[in-house]
């Protein structure tokens, strides 16, 4: 008989031990962080103030994607009304960086595309400026991807906590993590009924369920449930347990998002918040409890309506509400709003930067777990364009080229003055996440590098200006093995002596081969560094017509010293983090180095003017209007296998790429392909010409191209050059 003493003994023991495991998982989870609440990601947010230029429709695009409703009744936040020119509307509270703005009617006054009047109802007075909330645009989130939006006990509507008493734990403030009573009840129905009609659980193993253990049915399962719910019980009150239910509880599934909790659903159904619910959203809610699936809004709303109604009616027998309530609620549809609030991302390569730029302060785990909020540079007005032209026009072009679905794009648009990234796209299909080719597709620049070689023969001090002659003519370089490159123009012609603006303006590739090699490779490769390049830079004479692999992110930081005027300023996606509470944690201040020299820039951007106009990039002047000033370069590479363009206005830099990932030629050159990606971009973009204007050293001045003179701005052959006062041409008195 010993033995089986010291096994009852053993079992004993191994119970013991195993229910002080259990009630060790019990309190680690309630005393510690409870959930991993991923990070939010915002857009920037619409500045608005009189004078702005900006559309009823895309002041409409905006209210859509913020999920605002239109409605005759403003009663609630997030809906408005248009009246002739104007758009009325109630503003959500929202905490930004810097403050929280309170709920506020505003009158919103349009004239010609621009804001005319701004007035606040709420403070029945004029006002100059205010900001919407930004457009959330995605999450950073843990491996399960849960997402929930925590409430407290005390802000939950009275109405909520009975409906849930009443329909899933009647004794819940009775008993202490089992309802005996409840359980007996309900394997007597089951039994009657020969089948699971009814269960059990209390609203507290409902909760050890969500929070600890898997759905999978079984005895051992149902025992550790029971226990915990034991545990918790012994440990923590009721309103504790009750407020952990409320944030726990399954309600529903947004493609990989799963929907905890009451305050989420609140958002995510009805787009309102948990205390602005009326009788029939409330009731529909708890309806989803029993089963997210089987009684999904969208697809089995009939179901749904039906378990709300017979909920109306448990609330009428247990005097909730009174008979009329419920049957004008019952009168009501689900009303779930159609164009539901998300938190996945549907700009992932842009969210892709956000996450690389966060790494460097914070580890992934905090990024997916901490709740934090992440203000970020992103235009969704600019990116919704952008995503719709690039997906219209590559299929456009790949079917043109017959590239059988193969043709990808990458496109990056910033502000010129900040640095900020407006939109990023990486795919040919700009929804899809996968191989981010904005960031990492590291592809020959072709002649995008030529502006770099041309502003360092300015800037060595060797005599050039924008009217020097440079010689277009045939060589041969001998390599270090013994092989022969000659390099040839685009038209396969030789030109003789050309004016330097007029080399980079028509991309020849001999005068800028000679240029090049009379300037030298390292005073180039130190202009790419003050250009914001920090790869290395092969010193040999195809580097001279890009045969250097750079990504378009890459390019973009380029080209920004030359859109700034000089100034090397690093790109950024974020601008502010904020904690859960919405402390302040850490803002993104513009960073500004000047590693270029203001006049040089000067002359190349308006040599790069000239590419607009008469230049490798001339389809642009006849698709904008005459005061459309912009700067920019077309790139192709050896046998058409890359599409470039990189140009800007005064106020935005966009980049644009074409090719294959398998890189085959695609019979596009950056003319034919990149170029007329960033022409429809720019069409819907309210942007700002640029304005040259003469400096101490340099004078802006209209030259004759036929005798590098300079003539009267009237003139229609005119061509505006940034010229050195110094080495001014002289003057013809008519045009001609």
Request: net charge neutral.
């Amino acid at each position: 008989m010993v033995p089986w003493r010291y096994l009852f003994l053993t079992l004993i023991l191994v119970f013991i031990g195993y229910g002080v495991y259990l009630d060790l998982r019990v309190q680690q989870q309630f005393d510690g962080k409870r959930w991993a609440l991923p990070a939010k990601v915002y857009a920037r947010p619409l500045e608005l103030y009189t004078g702005l230029r900006l559309s009823e429709n895309n002041l409409l695009r905006e209210l859509k994607m913020l999920g605002f409703r239109n409605m005759d009744d403003l009663k609630h936040p997030g809906s408005y009304y248009v009246d002739g020119n104007e758009i009325v509307l109630t503003t959500r509270s929202f905490q930004f960086w810097d403050e929280k703005t309170n709920s506020s009617v505003i009158k919103i006054s349009f004239d010609n595309n621009r804001i005319s009047e701004l007035y606040n109802f709420s403070q029945d007075k004029d006002i100059d400026v205010m900001r919407l909330e930004p457009v959330i645009i995605g999450g950073i989130y843990p491996a399960h991807k849960e997402d929930r939006l925590l409430v407290k006990f005390d802000e939950v509507p009275e109405l909520l906590k009975s409906a849930i008493t009443i329909v899933e734990d009647r004794n819940f403030y009775l008993h202490h993590g089992l309802d005996y009573k409840g359980i007996a009840r309900a394997m007597w129905a089951n039994l009657r009924a020969g089948k699971t009609v009814q269960g059990g659980s209390t609203l507290t193993q409902q909760l050890v369920k969500n929070f600890f253990l898997s759905n999978t049915r079984s005895l051992w399962r149902k025992a550790n449930e029971a226990v915990m719910a034991l545990l918790v019980e012994w440990h923590y009150d009721k309103q504790d347990i009750f407020e952990a239910y409320l944030n726990e509880i399954y309600l529903g599934q947004d493609k990989a998002r799963a929907i905890h909790g009451f305050g989420l659903a609140s958002h995510f159904y009805f787009d309102r918040a948990l205390d602005d619910l009326e009788l029939h959203q409330i009731v529909m809610l708890v309806a989803l409890v029993k089963g997210p699936s089987y009684y999904s809004p969208r697809r089995y709303p009939q179901r749904l309506l039906k378990r709300r109604n017979l909920i109306l009616d448990m609330l009428v027998e247990f005097g909730v509400v009174t008979q009329s309530e419920a049957t004008a609620a019952k009168r009501k549809p689900l009303g779930i709003i159609i164009s539901k609030p998300t938190s996945v991302s549907s700009h992932p390569a842009f969210l892709d930067l956000v996450k690389r730029q966060l790494k460097t302060f914070y580890r992934e785990k905090d990024l997916a777990s901490e709740g934090l909020q992440i203000f970020t540079t992103l235009d969704p007005l600019i990116q919704q364009q952008a995503e719709r032209i690039i997906e219209r026009k590559t299929r456009q072009l790949d079917r043109q080229q017959g590239l059988n679905g193969r043709l990808q794009a990458a496109t990056i648009i910033t502000n010129t003055t900040n640095s900020e990234v407006l939109a990023l796209v990486g795919d040919s299909k700009p929804k899809q996440s996968g191989f981010n080719r904005a960031l990492d597709a590291i592809r020959p620049v072709g002649s995008l590098i030529k502006p770099a070689i041309y502003l360092t023969a300015l800037e060595v001090g060797q005599g050039y200006t924008p009217l020097t002659l440079i010689d277009d003519k045939v060589l041969h370089l001998k390599g270090p093995a013994g092989d022969v490159w000659s390099p040839r123009n685009y038209d396969k012609r030789t030109h003789g002596l050309v004016p330097f603006y007029q080399a980079l303006s028509h991309s020849y590739n001999l005068a800028t081969v000679h240029l090049g090699l009379k300037v030298g490779f390292e005073n180039i490769q130190q202009t790419l560094q003050a250009m914001g390049i920090k790869r290395s830079i092969p010193a040999y004479p195809s580097m001279l017509l890009g045969a250097v692999n750079l990504s378009p992110y890459e390019v973009t930081q380029m080209y920004h010293s030359l859109a700034s005027g000089g100034f090397n300023m690093p790109l950024s996606a974020i601008r502010e983090v904020l904690a859960l509470d919405g402390s302040p944690l850490k803002r993104f201040p513009l960073k500004v180095e000047q590693t270029l020299n203001i006049d040089s820039v000067m002359m190349i951007n308006t040599i790069l003017n000239n590419v607009t106009i008469e230049g490798t990039a001339k389809r642009m002047a006849a698709a904008f209007p005459a005061d459309f000033v912009a700067a920019g370069k077309t790139g192709t590479t050896d046998d058409l296998r890359d599409s470039w363009f990189a140009g800007f206005t005064g106020q935005h830099l966009m980049v644009s790429w074409l090719g294959v990932d398998e890189n085959k030629p695609t019979g596009l050159t950056g003319a034919s392909g990149a170029l007329k990606i960033w022409i429809d971009i720019m069409k819907n973009i309210p942007t700002q010409p640029i304005v040259f204007n003469s400096t101490d050293n340099v004078e802006y001045i209209a030259i004759d191209p036929d005798t590098n003179k300079h003539i009267d701005a009237s003139c229609s052959n005119a061509v505006f050059l940034g010229v050195p006062r110094d080495a001014l041409p002289e003057s013809q008195s008519r045009c001609h």
